[in-house]
Nanobody, 123 residues
């Protein structure tokens, strides 16, 4: 059972930056598709960014050019660097792992989830 633990959330003003981290209990990042998702109350969980074992990445249009997903296989840690934050980026952010090297942007296809870290952006 893979366990994922996010950290790095917090409150920032619009235009600010944060870096989220996700530590895994097992050696997963070189084999699995990893992703960041976010969710606000009353809305479905939406994908933000994904990265595959070959470091190919994909971003939702809403964050493209502002967010960067990366991973450090040696540290078993996934990152999400968020720049130029906007109030609409406010959400609970979740790290997820899919037990497959092929990436997806569909939340239901990811097998393992962290507990989430809150990001709040004020105007």
């Amino acid at each position: 059972q893979v366990q994922l633990v996010e950290s790095g959330g917090g409150s920032v003003q619009a235009g600010g930056s944060l870096r989220l981290s996700c530590a895994a209990s097992e050696y997963t990042y070189s084999m699995y598709c990893m992703g960041w998702f976010r969710q606000t109350p009353g809305k479905e969980r939406e994908w933000v960014a994904v990265i595959d074992p070959n470091d190919r990445t994909a971003y939702a249009n809403s964050v493209k050019g502002r967010f960067t997903i990366s991973k450090d296989n040696a540290k078993n840690t996934l990152y999400l660097r968020m720049n130029s934050l906007k109030p609409e980026d406010t959400a609970m952010y979740y790290c997820a792992a899919r037990g497959d090297e092929h990436c997806s942007t569909v939340a239901s296809l990811f097998n393992y989830w962290g507990q989430g870290t809150q990001v709040t952006v004020s105007s």
